[in-house]
């Protein structure tokens, strides 16, 4: 929720109000290791329905509050009708390990009484947007808002910046963040590139990989720069200086990493799903692959690699896209729309 409290930094007419009252804070983090031990032994209990995701607010914690703005966690309102805004994230069926639209539809029942309690519920893909209308109630769907993350710290690439990198084009620098590599494709991607240096031996000795993860890398026949862990400004600045992001990941309900690439003026090359296919609009922002196959992901790579103008092409259009759609200045201005419109709902 941090992120959120730069609204009332962006706007004079907000002021933000962080939820620190001790019993719900107390009660917030027994849901939170509940989950964890239930995960862990496999059971399912009535106090973990009863407590995971939620987060209790009381009346002291609300006095002079026009409306709650909560994500990830649901409040549950105690002897108070104040106004509830929730960001839902709404991962897809294969990340959440939910096999069939029989098992969605289950788990929003379960919830279907916590949906009819908002003012607004906010998701940050219209795909999200799409398989959830596929489940829940008419009632819910019409407090659906689309408004996608709210970054108030990512600042577009200027031009004259990005026309600069793609100038010095050796080496190329390609770049991969993700904590957990083998989830995210990294396996792939070091496949990918090696069968690009087998093939093309001439690009070896003009490429540089900058890769970000706490897994071990396999063999690696190119000149590599690998990081278990980098702090955010580290990590930005790795951005701005990569021609290519490509992180083909296997697992992910949304992907930040693309959304900061594209602030940063890189060409994308990712995985081909629903969600990144709507971040990279259909394609025209970045290149989509098949994330487990490494001679597509190669023949993405490659097409790249070779054409710097090509390079450039991609990188402005994602950057122009961040501008348009990512931004914090449309994106706040959404959240402040919706959360306005909510207050009056009381």
């Excluded at 600069?164 to 396996?187: A, N």
């Excluded at 759609?325 to 959240?335: A, D, F, L, S, T």
Aim: glycine share 4%; proline share 5%; charged share 30%.
């Amino acid at each position: 929720m941090k992120n959120y409290s730069q609204l009332e930094k962006l706007y004079k007419n907000v002021k933000i109000y962080e939820n620190r009252h001790l019993i719900s804070n107390f009660l917030q983090n027994i849901g939170f290791y509940v989950k964890r031990t239930g995960d862990k032994l496999g059971v399912d209990s009535d106090a973990r329905k009863a407590l995971h995701q939620k987060v209790f607010v009381f009346p002291s914690s609300v006095q002079g509050i026009d409306v709650l703005l909560s994500r990830y966690f649901f409040p549950i309102r105690v002897l108070n009708s104040v106004p509830l805004v929730y960001h839902h994230g709404f991962p897809t069926n294969q990340y959440v390990g939910v096999s069939s639209t029989e098992q969605r539809r289950e788990a929003i029942r379960d919830r279907n009484q916590l949906y009819r309690n908002t003012a607004y519920t906010l998701f940050s893909t219209r795909e999200s947007i799409r398989r959830f209308s596929e489940v829940a109630p008419k009632d819910v769907q019409k407090k659906v808002v689309y408004a996608p993350y709210f970054l108030p710290k990512l600042e577009p690439i200027q031009t004259d910046s990005l026309e600069k990198k793609f100038s010095d084009y050796r080496p190329v620098r390609v770049l991969f963040v993700g904590s957990d590599g083998t989830l995210k494709g990294v396996h792939n991607l070091v496949e990918a590139l090696n069968r690009i240096c087998d093939q093309y031996p001439d690009v070896r000795d003009n490429l540089k990989a900058t890769i970000i993860t706490r897994d071990e890398l396999p063999t690696c026949d190119f000149e590599v720069d690998k990081h278990e862990y980098l702090n955010r400004d580290e990590v930005l600045e790795a951005f701005r200086q990569s021609h290519i992001f490509c992180m083909p990941t296997l697992k992910d309900s949304y992907g930040l990493v693309y959304i900061e690439a594209m602030a940063s003026g890189c060409a994308v090359v990712a995985d081909d799903s629903p969600v990144r296919r709507e971040i990279l609009n259909d394609g025209d922002a970045g290149l989509m692959s098949d994330p487990q196959d490494p001679d597509d992901i190669a023949d993405k790579l490659i097409s790249i690699i070779q054409s710097p103008g090509y390079g450039e092409t991609l990188a402005r259009r994602a950057r122009n896209r961040f501008k348009k759609n990512y931004h914090w200045k449309p994106v706040g201005k959404k959240y402040i729309d919706v959360l306005e419109s909510a207050a009056q709902k009381v």
